[in-house]
């Protein structure tokens, strides 16, 4: 077990078993992020920490939260992956630097607007759990597009990434639609099934999360309707292929001129029927040339016509 890992099951023990510790947590964390993001000095950020504590400290019960919960929540929840070394550092600078001259009321005022203006979730109105269809030309898609990006990078990323999809630009160009929830305390969405939809053709071309374990969750309640709507479909391989199928159930399309329909675009398409490879599931699958590489796919749910 990585370091992450070890990071993101101490956090859930956090939330679970000690929910005041981490409410605290969340906002000294949330603090660090928004601070470094600016470019905040190390003091200035010292400052706004110390106004925190005195706020905290009237609450009845109230217990400093320690360093090494903060360095959880900078491992684990509230960060991006490549964000990681460089916020762990600036919160060591921040601790180097601290000074104790707090006497000036709008700190406090900026305080809080450095906070609020991030706790609000990006897909409001939509509660917690809730999921959300975005069409890729309205302002919440431009709101959550960095988002969805880093989600994409993050899911597909260990396999040599998705192309034309990696950064917000890419998102909101490659596809019409986005399919989101948002499971957790940070603002951002956590899974999404991102989609093009051709006049009620709906070809999902990525399944996204943000690795926690309510995220995949999740997204498997998500693909369970998406993929179960008429018109919805996806290609697939390997563990997606096996959950959609083997362990969902989902539907395979296992007649290669209905496969060329949906795919008129591909001119190497070479059908299988059965894998080549044995696999047991499925007597739909075909290779095709993807980003100069053969792969074997097969496709999953109820497109258009079938």
Do not use: C
């Amino acid at each position: 077990m990585d370091m992450i890992e070890q990071s993101m099951k101490q956090y859930e023990r956090i939330r679970k078993g000690y929910p005041r510790l981490f409410s605290d947590a969340q906002k000294i964390a949330k603090l660090v992020i928004k601070a470094s993001k600016k470019d905040f000095e190390p003091i200035k950020t010292w400052r706004y920490l110390q106004r925190l504590k005195q706020i905290e400290s009237r609450k009845r019960g109230y217990r400093p939260v320690p360093d090494m919960v903060i360095n959880i929540f900078l491992d684990a929840k509230l960060t991006r992956d490549e964000e990681r070394a460089k916020l762990k550092q600036y919160y060591l600078d921040v601790l180097k630097v601290g000074q104790k001259d707090i006497n000036e009321m709008s700190l406090l005022k900026e305080y809080i607007s450095l906070i609020v203006e991030d706790i609000a979730p990006k897909l409001a109105p939509a509660k917690k759990g809730d999921v959300v269809n975005v069409s890729t030309d309205n302002d919440t898609a431009i709101t959550v597009a960095p988002d969805v990006s880093d989600l994409v990078n993050k899911t597909y990323g260990g396999m040599g990434g998705f192309p034309g999809a990696d950064t917000p630009e890419g998102v909101l160009s490659r596809f019409t639609d986005f399919y989101l929830s948002d499971v957790d305390e940070d603002p951002e969405p956590d899974a999404g099934i991102l989609y093009t939809d051709w006049k009620g053709s709906k070809k999902a071309s990525a399944l996204v999360t943000d690795g926690g374990p309510e995220s995949k969750a999740k997204l498997r309640d998500m693909m369970d309707t998406f993929f179960n709507q008429n018109g919805s479909w996806i290609e697939v391989s390997g563990a997606p292929a096996n959950i959609l199928v083997s362990k969902m159930g989902m539907p395979t399309v296992d007649d290669e001129e209905t496969v060329r329909k949906l795919l008129p675009q591909i001119k190497d398409l070479r059908w299988h029927g059965k894998h080549p490879e044995g696999i047991a599931y499925g007597n739909g699958w075909y290779t095709r040339n993807i980003a100069g590489h053969d792969e074997t796919k097969i496709i999953v749910g109820n497109p258009p016509g079938v």
